[in-house]
């Protein structure tokens, strides 16, 4: 095994040679066994970041099979600060009790510290308005945290404010029990009006920034319901996750022909049709309106959960926030 340091990226690339002994192995047991420190989850997630390539090829799926002779890069990136500083930043609370937070995220506001966004987050907001109760639940690097929303995806989240409101709501993301819905405007109108998108998840194999339909990715499955149609050229829709995967809605829609407006990673400015439906140009303003859009137009409008200690049903809904009202108000 060799060691590079990479002091421009703030990390260190691992070379590893797969020995004979390890032929045919999983390539993150094989990981594991052959970078001191490294554990099995760890080497899983770096696989899931797309910091690791085998003879060349970017790998996501942990469960490659491997040949001996082969070539295994590995980049562990530096690691983050283990305690955010607390930063007063404004938060719209929805619901607070001693055990979890719900509030209702803007977009444009980062989850938690991470290369490129050291600080200014939602965990560093939480840090100040929590106070030193919130430090270390969940693991240090980010505190509370069970579920997030991308930087520019707003609407709600909810916030474990101890050890013990952690474990139960991760349980329930894990069980599935835990409901989120989301109203998107896409490009292009799904038909039919209502249907479940169901296709594995992984990354891209050719854009590690990207997640995509992949033979091997995992399981993921998501509902959604045309609210209203557009001129035949976009509509809003409502999505309910089955699965919580990465990217899972931006991917899925895009998967069958209808990415987000203003994605900029899946499709912005596009108007695609899907399977077996015809799209309708839209009006030249109107479509000016939808492609200047400056962030995905994705608004997460239900959560639905057991409350970790008494185990009651807690529901909260959020209105879509102004930038989306106000680009509908433009396509109505």
Known sequence: MQN???????????????????????????????????????????????????????IADPSQRVKPGQTVEVFLPEAEPAIPEAQDIPLQVVYEDEDVLVLDKPAGLVVHPAAGNPDNT?????????????????????????????????????????????????????????????????????????????????????????????????????????????????????????????HQIRVHMTHIGHPLVGDPLYGRGRSTRSRGSKATPLPEPLRGALVGFPRQALHAVGLTFAHPRTGDRLSFSADLPEDLQALIRTLE
């Open 4 to 58: 590079d340091e990479r002091p421009d990226t703030g990390g260190r690339l691992h070379t590893v040679a797969v020995p004979d002994t390890a032929a045919g192995e999983r390539l993150d047991k094989v990981l594991a066994a052959n970078i001191d420190g490294l554990s099995r989850s760890r080497a899983q997630a770096l696989l899931e970041q797309g910091h690791v390539r085998l003879d060349g090829r970017t």
């Open 122 to 246: 939602l965990v560093n907001a939480l840090l100040a308005h929590c106070g030193d109760s919130l430090s270390g639940i969940g693991g240090v690097k980010r505190p509370g945290i069970v579920h997030r929303l991308d930087k520019d995806t707003s609407g709600l989240m909810v916030v474990a404010k101890n050890d013990r409101a952690h474990h139960g709501l991760t349980e329930q993301f894990s069980g599935r029990s835990l409901s989120r819905t989301y109203q998107a405007l896409v490009w292009g109108v799904p038909s039919p009006s209502r249907g479940r998108i169901e296709g594995n998840i992984g990354r891209d194999p050719h854009d590690r920034k990207k997640m995509a339909v992949v033979a091997g990715g995992k399981p993921a499955a998501t509902r959604y319901t045309v609210l209203k149609a557009f001129h035949g050229g976009a509509a809003l829709v409502e999505c309910t996750l089955e699965t919580g995967r990465t």
